[in-house]
């Protein structure tokens, strides 16, 4: 029932399925068990699970849900709140704040800074002495919004005051903020509800902070002692050819060299000639760690199934050198994350099981169909207009399949009864992670009502 309702509600429905009524949830659920006939028609030694990249692609998926899973089980879950700290949180979590801020990107000068404003140099004054400009940088920061775990802890952890100063707050090495309060506006929770949703939502506010704080702790103990060292004249040679594609895409934060195997043409992504230039470098070292070293090939290995994730998304030519360095070096922070996710047995947890399933299914569901098509000469006629061909077409054969299959499924038609649906469109992604698309989209396999195949159960 939890993958129904996060297919459901968690990628966008077609309009014959939009709906909350009894009509529509049992389309839903024939479209979800017709993925899963399609997967079986296709069976287990199918062309698509041979592929070198389709596999990569479910490595990855699992590998991720194995680190989202150690996070959640050994953090998150354990996370004991305290009174206080909740009774603290609720006051202010209706608050938005209007502050004056600027940036340092230097660890020496932030120290100056600090010593500046510990002799009672105003914020102005510092700030005209360090960028030599008048117009102070301004923003709102909410409760709810978004934000720095740093700042977020230095806003919302105790009141401040009307002209507080707070900081240099340190974002990360070398970079750090400081904030003036130049005031505030408070939203109250008035209803019940709205209380009772405020206080919620403290509560996993605070729950996230907590579990995050530790999970990196015992990251930063992982890699303790793991010093990188790039090769320059390889590195610099990588960054030339990755940085021309990066740069000609939608700066999403994400190269993937799986691209080419989702997109029709890759060469509209650039990754096929990328591929060419890479094989040229494959044999020449880039980097080590642990006195280890890896070759060119080797990073394109291991991105097969962990694409690379820039901190920054969107950044001039000239910054990508530095950013790819850190893409990389995460890429190896999460190959050591995931190593202990091993260990822990986590690739035999529950969670991360029937989340490979899904995305294994749906994907052979998409190569059965497109199959099937391609072999009554219907391709071209649904993408032209799919409603016809999955009433004319499809529906028919997945009835088929219901019949064949109809040993093997059980229903439980009162617990769908039960199910209450939105009617909005939702489109999920995670952030900073490789594969950052949650659920898989809605599939387009039928348009059938009817439930009146396989064994009902109560």
């Keep these: 029932m939890d993958e129904f309702v996060r297919r ?20 839903i659920l024939n479209t979800l068990i017709a993925e899963k006939l399609l997967a079986l028609e296709a069976g287990k030694n199918n062309e698509l699970a041979k592929n070198e990249l389709f596999q990569g692609y479910l490595k990855g998926r699992k590998e991720q849900a ?62 005209q002495q360090l960028e030599g400009s008048e117009e102070i940088p301004r923003r709102e920061v909410s409760w709810n919004a978004p934000e720095h775990a740093a700042i977020h802890k230095a806003l919302f952890s105790h009141p401040l005051q009307k002209d507080q100063v707070i900081g240099p707050i340190k974002i990360e090495k070398n970079f750090y903020t400081v904030i003036k309060i130049l005031g505030w506006t408070d939203q109250l929770a008035v209803s019940n509800s709205d209380v009772q949703k405020r206080l919620n939502d ?48 939608r700066n999403t934060g994400i190269l993937n060299l799986n691209q080419g195997f989702w997109v029709n043409d890759s060469n509209e992504t650039g990754i096929e000639n990328l591929e060419i230039k890479i094989k040229k470098l494959e044999h020449l070292p880039l980097l080590r760690i642990d006195n280890e070293t890896w ?18 998304k969107r950044m001039r030519r000239n910054e990508f050198a530095g950013q790819l360095k850190f893409a990389v070096v995460d890429l190896i922070r999460d190959k050591y994350i995931t190593q202990e996710a091993y260990r822990k047995g986590y690739d035999k947890a529950n969670t991360v099981e029937r989340n490979v399933s899904m995305w294994r ?39 088929r399949l219901q019949e064949k299959y109809k040993n093997v499924i059980e229903i439980n038609t009162n617990l769908l009864k039960d199910v ?3 009617r909005i469109d939702l489109f999920v992604l995670k952030k900073d992670v490789p594969y950052p698309v949650v659920v898989p989209s809605f599939p387009l396999l039928t348009t059938d009502n009817k439930i009146d195949y396989g064994r009902k159960t109560e």
């Design 66 to 127: 194995m680190r989202q899973w150690l996070y959640f089980h050994d953090f998150y879950d354990k996370v004991k709140l305290d009174t206080n700290e909740i009774r603290t949180a609720f006051k202010l979590a209706g608050r938005k704040y209007d502050i004056a801020y600027f940036t340092i990107k230097d660890s020496t000068v932030a120290g100056q800074v600090q010593e500046k404003l510990q002799k009672g140099f105003t914020f102005r004054e510092v700030f």
């Design 420 to 422: 209450q649906l939105t």
């Design 202 to 249: 403290v509560k996993k506010k605070l729950k996230e902070e907590n579990a995050s704080a530790r999970f990196r702790e015992y990251v930063g103990t992982i890699m303790r002692g793991r010093k990188v060292v790039f090769a320059k004249e390889s590195f610099h040679k990588l960054v030339n050819i990755f940085g021309t594609v990066y740069m000609k895409s």
């Design 295 to 312: 070759s060119v090939g080797d990073l394109k290995k291991e991105m097969l199934f962990h694409p690379l994730v820039f901190r920054k």
């Design 8 to 27: 459901a509600e968690l990628a966008i429905r077609p309009a014959y399925c939009r709906g909350n009524d009894s009509v529509h949830k049992k389309i």
């Design 361 to 399: 299914d749906y994907l052979t569901a998409l190569y059965q169909r497109n199959k099937y098509l391609k072999s009554i000469g219907r391709t071209e006629d649904f993408y032209e207009d799919y409603l016809q061909i999955i009433e004319q077409d499809l529906t028919p054969y997945i009835d």
